[in-house]
C-alpha cells in the first residue's frame, strides 16, 4: 500500500487527476464532466512532461558541446541526476519522506493559514530526497529522519507558495494559482528586483514589432531561431569531430533540428499548459468550498510560461550567461567549479525572466534572471559538503529552494548539532501555527488584493 501511494505522489500528472476529481465531485459534477474535467489534467500534465523531455534530450547534449568546446570539467547540477545516484542507498527514506511530507502539507493547509497545496510531485521527490541525503550525512537515521525530512518538506510546501503569492498573483493575473516549484526565492527575488528598479509597462510581454519582424511574435519561431544560433556556435567551437561523437549528421543540420526540436518541447509545453488550467483551477473551487476552505493549488514553474513567452526566451539566455560569469568567479576564488546546468537555466532562468518582466518589465527581466544565474553558479559549491559522500558525485542539486535547505540545514547541525535541528523545526511549527490564532495577522501575499500586488507606476 505504501508503495502504491507513493508511486501515485511521485507522478504529479495522477495527483492532478485526483484532485481534479474530488473538487468536481465536492461541487456534484455531472458524469460526462467529471469524466473530462479528470482527464484533461492528466493529459495536460503529462503533455507537459512531454514537452520537458524533449527539451530535456537536447539540452543534455548541449551542455556536453559546451564542455568539449570550451574544455571545462567541473560539477554540473542536475535533480535528477544526483536523485538516482541517491536512490541508490536512500530509496527507503526518501519515499517515506515524500509521503509523510505530503500528508504535513494537506493537514496544513486545512489546520492553517497557509491554504497551499503543492501539486509538483516530481519536485516534493527531489526535495524528499534532499532531506534524506542532508539529515543522513548529519547522523540521523529511522525514525528521526522521515519524521524531520517529512516535517520540513510539507513545511516548505505550503510555506514557500505563500512568500511570494503577491507577486504569483501579478504574474498569473490573479488566476487562483500559486507557484509549486523548488526554484521559487529565486523567482521571488528576480520579481523584487523588477519591482523595485524596474518599470512593469516598459515589459517584452508588449513588444511592438514591425511588420518585418512581425514573425518573431510567435513564440516557437523565435525560440527555434534563438536555439538553432545557440547549437550552431557551440557546435563549431566543438569541432566537427566531437560532433560526430553526438551525432553522424553534419554539425549544421544537426544544430538546425536540434534548435528545432527543442522549440517544440516548449510549445508542447505550453498547449499542455492550457490543458491544465482549463480544468484543473474550477475544479480546485470544490476542494476550496468543501474541503480545505480557500486552497489554493500550488503549480509546477513551466504552467507560468504563457504568461510572458518573450521572457521565457529572454530570462533563458541571461541566466546562462550569469552561471557562464559565475563560474570564472568560482575559478579565479578555487572554489568547486559549478559548469552551467543547461536544464536548470532554463526552467528556473525562464521562470525568473516572467517574474522579472511582469513586475518590473524588461530589466526585471535581464536583471532578475541574470541574478538568478548567479545563485545558480555559487550556491551549488556551498552545498556539497552537505551532501557527505553525494557531495563526492560529478552532479548535485540545482534549485535555490533544495540548495538554500540543504546548506541551512548543515550550518544548523554544525554550529548546534542535533538540538538545532530540532530547534529549527520547532520555529517552523510555531510560525505555521501562531498566524491561526491571530485575526489580525495574515499569511504574507495570501489576502492581499490583486491591486495592491502591483507596482508603483514611477510615472505617477
Known amino acids: 500500500m505504501l508503495t502504491f501511494l507513493t508511486d501515485i505522489l511521485s507522478q504529479p500528472a495522477f495527483l492532478m487527476g485526483a484532485i481534479a476529481f474530488i473538487g468536481l465531485l465536492c461541487l456534484k459534477a455531472p458524469a460526462n464532466k467529471l469524466l473530462t474535467g479528470t482527464i484533461k489534467p492528466i493529459l495536460g500534465y503529462l503533455m507537459l512532461g512531454a514537452g520537458a523531455n524533449v527539451i530535456v534530450s537536447q539540452l543534455t547534449p548541449l551542455g556536453q558541446i559546451i564542455e568539449a568546446g570550451f574544455h571545462i570539467k567541473g560539477v554540473v547540477p542536475n535533480n535528477e541526476a544526483i536523485v538516482s545516484i541517491a536512490q541508490q542507498v536512500l530509496g527507503v527514506e526518501t519515499m517515506s519522506i515524500l509521503l509523510l ?13 497557509y491554504k497551499y497545496i503543492f501539486l509538483t510531485g516530481h519536485h516534493t521527490f527531489f526535495m524528499a530526497c534532499l532531506m534524506s541525503a542532508v539529515l543522513q550525512a548529519m547522523g540521523l537515521k529511522g525514525w528521526e529522519l522521515v519524521a524531520l525530512g517529512g516535517f520540513f518538506l510539507g513545511a516548505w510546501s505550503a510555506i514557500s507558495p505563500a512568500i511570494g503569492q503577491r507577486y504569483t498573483k501579478v504574474v498569473s493575473d490573479d488566476d487562483g494559482i500559486a507557484m509549486g516549484h523548488f526554484g521559487s526565492l529565486q523567482y521571488y527575488l528576480a520579481a523584487w528586483i523588477g519591482k523595485t528598479f524596474g518599470n512593469r509597462e516598459n515589459n517584452f510581454t508588449n513588444v511592438k514589432l514591425s511588420d518585418k519582424l512581425a514573425f518573431l511574435r510567435d513564440t516557437t519561431v523565435t525560440t527555434g531561431i534563438v536555439m538553432v544560433i545557440i547549437f550552431l556556435f557551440v557546435s563549431i567551437v566543438a569541432g566537427s569531430e566531437y560532433m560526430k561523437t553526438i551525432s553522424e549528421q553534419n554539425l549544421v543540420i544537426y544544430s538546425i533540428i536540434a534548435g528545432l526540436t527543442f522549440a517544440v518541447g516548449v510549445a508542447i509545453v505550453y498547449n499542455g499548459v492550457k490543458l491544465i488550467l482549463s480544468d484543473l483551477v474550477p475544479a480546485f473551487q470544490g476542494i476550496s468550498e468543501k474541503l480545505i476552505p480557500d486552497s489554493i493549488p500550488a ?6 510560461f504563457t504568461y510572458s513567452q518573450t521572457a521565457v526566451v529572454v530570462g533563458f539566455i541571461s541566466s546562462f550567461a550569469g552561471g557562464l560569469i559565475g563560474m570564472g568567479l568560482l575559478g579565479i576564488l578555487s572554489l568547486p567549479l559549478i559548469i552551467p546546468g543547461m536544464v536548470p537555466h532554463f526552467f528556473c532562468g525562464a ?19 541574470f541574478v538568478g544565474g548567479l545563485l545558480l553558479a555559487f550556491l551549488p559549491a556551498f552545498l556539497l559538503p552537505a551532501l557527505g559522500d553525494l557531495g563526492f558525485a560529478s552532479t548535485t542539486f540545482s534549485d535555490v529552494d533544495f540548495i538554500i535547505w540543504g546548506i541551512s540545514l548543515y550550518e544548523v547541525h554544525e554550529w548546534f548539532g542535533r538540538v538545532g535541528v530540532y530547534v529549527l523545526a520547532l520555529v517552523i ?18 489576502t492581499l488584493p490583486y491591486e495592491e500586488c502591483l507596482p508603483k507606476d514611477k510615472n505617477k
Open 101 to 113: 511530507g505530503f500528508i504535513f502539507n494537506l493537514a496544513i493547509a486545512k489546520f492553517t493559514k
Open 429 to 446: 511549527l510555531v510560525a505555521l501555527i501562531i498566524p491561526s490564532f491571530i485575526k489580525s495577522v495574515r499569511v504574507v501575499g495570501d
Open 299 to 304: 503549480v509546477d514553474c513551466a504552467v507560468f
Open 351 to 369: 521562470t525568473a525572466g516572467i517574474y522579472g518582466d511582469r513586475l518590473g518589465g524588461k530589466i526585471g527581466c535581464i536583471v532578475g534572471a
